[in-house]
DNA sequence: CTTCTCCCTGCAATCGATTGCAGGGATCTT
DNA sequence: AAGATCCCTGCAATCGATTGCAGGGAGAAG
C-alpha cells in the first residue's frame, strides 16, 4: 500500500533503478528474463510511477488548460466535449480554467503555462488587448485561439481556430429579410471588442445589401446574456415602430427577447421574428423553436485540440495555423410564418 | 524570455539558492536588503517557478479530478461551477475526467491520482462495485463521492455528499398522487444499481403509502436520457389503460416523456401530468414548463470540495465524512391543470 | 587465439525547487 | 569581557525518474 519507487523495485529483483527504468518505460536496452522479472515486481508491489518526477525530468506534463470565460454558458460545454475526444487519443488530460469573462484571471491561467502547469493551451477569450497577446506571444508553450482575431503586425506566433461569425450574423439576417421582413432589430454585444463589432458588421451589411436602412435606435449593445436580450427587446416593443424581425448574436439573448414578445403579447413569429446564434440544444427545446445560426462549437473544439497536438509533437512548427469554418443557418419554427410552431 | 531558476537569480543577485528560494517563497529567514535585490532581479529576469519541481519537492500538485459520467448532461455543468468556487478559493486547479459511463475509465481515473496527478479527487460514479471501491480504498488520496453509498462493512475510507434522491422521487410522486391521479407510471434506471433502486424505491413506497397498486407494466428501466423516456412513454401511451400521471427520475427523460405525449396528441398536463428531476435550467424552458425536483447541483459541488479541501489541509481526518442534502420540489405547468403553461 | 560486434547493465549526473543543519556576525545580558 | 541569543546565509541532501557513458560478457569473424 506504500508508495514504491523505482529504488524499492531494483533493490527487491537486485538491479540498478536505470535498469528498471529502462524495462518500465521500453526505452533502451533491456534483456527479456530481467524485463519480467521487473515487470512482475512492478506489478506485486503495486508499483505506480510519479507524475512530478516524470514531468520534471521529461520537461512536459501531458495535460493542456482550457481557458474558458463562463462556464455556464452550455455552449462551451460542446467545445469541451470535442477538445477531450482528441485529448483523450493522445493522452493528455485537461484542466478547466475559468477566466470570468476578466483580463486578470485570462493572463493568470497564462502565467500558470509560465510555470509549466501545462504543454499547451486553448483560450476563448473576448479581452483581445495588447497585455495579454504580448503575454502569449512570449509563451514558449503553444496557445490556440478560438476567435477570429486581425493581428496589427502579423507578427503574432499563436494558432487561431475560429467560425467566421460575421457570416453567420449575416446569414440570419438575409435569412428573416428573404422572409419579407423590412424592419429589423440587433442586439449584439460590446462594439469595442473585435467579434462584437464583426457580428454587427454582419448585419449592417446585409441591410445595406438589401437596401434597407440602419436605425441606431434598433441596435442594441448588449452583454450575450438571457436579460441582457430581454431588456433591449423590452425597450423597442414598446415603441409605435416596432421591429417585426429581431437578429440576436447569440442564443441565449434570442431567448430573452422571445421572453419579452411573450410578455408584451406579441406572438412569434407572427408579430416579431427571431433569429439567434450558436444553435444550442436549447434552440430546438424552447417555445416556439429557435430559428439559429449553428458555431459547430464541437468541431471547433475539435480543430483546436488537434491544432495544438500538432504544435506539441513537434509537426507543423513553422508559420502561423488559422482555420476558418463556415456556420450554417438551421431554420426553425420562430422565424418562419407559415410553419407550425 | 528564455526558461530561469532560482540559480540563474541566486547568481546574478550574489547568493545561494537556497536564499533566493527563501526570499521568493517567504518560508525561513530572510534580510530584508538582500530579500529586495532577489525580487527585484526575479522581476527584472522574468521568473516563473517551474511547477513540476515544486510538485516533486513539496509533494503536492494543487489539483484536483472531477471525474464525471458524462459531459453532456448539463446536470453536471453546476456541479462544476460549485466545485470550481471552492477550489478557486483554496488555489487549487481542476482536471476534468470524462469517464463515459464506463467502470475502466473510472479505474483510469483512480490510476491517475495513484500516479500523483492530483491531491484528490470529486467522482459522480454509477459503477459501484467491488473493484473500483477497492481501488478508492487503497488510495492514500481523499475522495469524495457525489452518490449516495451504503457501505456494506462500513470500512469504506471515502467522504460522500449527496442528494436523498429517494426522498426526490417521493416528493414528484406524492405531488402527483395530490393533484388526484390515481393511475401513475415510473420510469428510471437500472434497477441494479444503487441509486437507480433507491429512486425507485420513493415512488414504490408513495405509492403504497397512498394505498395505490404498483403495476410492473407501468415501471420502466431506461438510461436518463431523452430518447430514453421517450421510448418508455410511447410504449405505455398506446395501452388502452394508459397513465394519467408519469414520474421520470430525470428531467431529460421527463423531456422525452413529454414529446411521446405531443406525438401522441395528448395534452399535459390535462390528459398527462409530469414531473421530473434534476431541475435542470432546461425544466423552465420547455413547453409547458416541466414540474422538477431540485437537487441542489451547485451546492453539492461546493459542499463536495469543500469537504476534500478539508481533508487536504489535514483537518477532518478522522472518521468519514457524509453529507446528506434534502431536495426541493419546484411545481410548474407541467403537473398542475388549473394552471396556465 | 585474438579481435570486433552487439547486448545488457550499472554509475552518476540531471531536471528545479525546498529545507535541516551548522557557522558567522551582530546585539544584548550579566 | 565572556557568554547567550537572535538573524541571516550557505552547504548539501532530497524528492523520483531518465539517460549518456562506459564496462563486461557472449558470440561471431578472421
Known amino acids: 500500500m506504500d508508495k514504491h519507487t523505482i529504488y524499492h ?14 524495462a518500465l518505460s521500453g526505452r533502451g536496452y533491456c534483456g527479456e528474463a530481467t524485463k519480467a522479472k521487473i515487470l512482475r515486481a512492478a506489478q506485486e ?7 512530478a518526477a516524470k514531468m520534471l525530468k521529461m520537461r512536459q506534463t501531458r495535460k493542456i488548460i482550457f481557458a474558458v470565460p463562463d462556464i455556464c454558458n452550455p455552449f462551451y460545454f460542446d467545445m469541451i466535449n470535442g477538445i477531450n475526444q482528441v485529448l483523450e487519443e493522445h493522452g493528455y488530460l485537461m484542466i478547466l480554467f475559468y477566466t470570468k469573462h476578466s483580463l486578470a484571471e485570462e493572463l493568470k491561467a497564462i502565467q500558470n503555462l ?6 499547451g493551451m486553448i483560450m476563448v477569450s473576448f479581452n483581445f488587448c495588447e497585455e495579454n497577446i504580448r503575454a502569449i506571444n512570449a509563451l514558449q508553450a503553444p496557445v490556440v485561439l478560438t476567435n477570429q482575431y486581425v ?7 499563436f494558432d487561431y481556430v475560429y467560425v467566421d461569425t460575421y457570416e453567420g450574423i449575416r446569414l440570419g439576417t438575409e435569412h428573416l429579410i428573404g422572409q419579407g421582413i423590412r424592419h429589423l432589430a440587433y442586439v449584439g454585444g460590446s462594439l469595442n471588442e473585435q467579434t462584437g463589432y464583426q457580428r454587427f458588421c454582419g448585419y449592417k451589411e446585409a441591410m445595406q445589401d438589401a437596401g434597407l436602412p440602419l436605425d441606431d435606435r434598433f441596435v442594441a449593445e448588449s452583454d450575450y446574456t438571457e436579460n441582457g436580450g430581454y431588456l433591449a427587446a423590452l425597450n423597442w416593443l ?11 448574436a447569440n442564443d441565449l439573448m434570442a431567448i430573452g427577447v422571445m421572453k419579452a414578445c411573450e410578455e408584451a ?8 421574428a427571431i433569429v439567434g446564434m450558436d444553435n444550442l440544444d436549447l434552440a430546438s427545446r424552447v417555445y416556439p423553436k429557435l430559428t439559429s445560426v449553428a458555431l459547430l462549437q464541437e468541431e471547433i473544439g475539435r480543430q483546436a485540440a488537434l491544432m495544438l497536438m500538432k504544435r506539441l509533437e513537434g509537426r507543423h512548427s513553422a508559420g502561423k495555423g488559422a482555420l476558418k469554418l463556415r456556420p450554417r443557418l438551421v431554420v426553425r419554427n420562430s422565424s418562419v410564418r407559415d410553419r407550425q410552431a
Open 151 to 157: 493581428s496589427p503586425d502579423g507578427q503574432d506566433k
Open 265 to 272: 403579447g406579441l406572438r412569434v413569429p407572427e408579430d416579431v
Open 9 to 22: 523495485i531494483a533493490e527487491r529483483v537486485g538491479v540498478s533503478p536505470s535498469t528498471v527504468s529502462r
Open 114 to 119: 509560465r510555470e509549466n502547469v501545462a504543454d
Open 238 to 248: 414598446n415603441q409605435p415602430d416596432r421591429p417585426e424581425g429581431i437578429v440576436a
Open 45 to 51: 508491489m503495486n508499483y505506480a510511477p510519479d507524475n
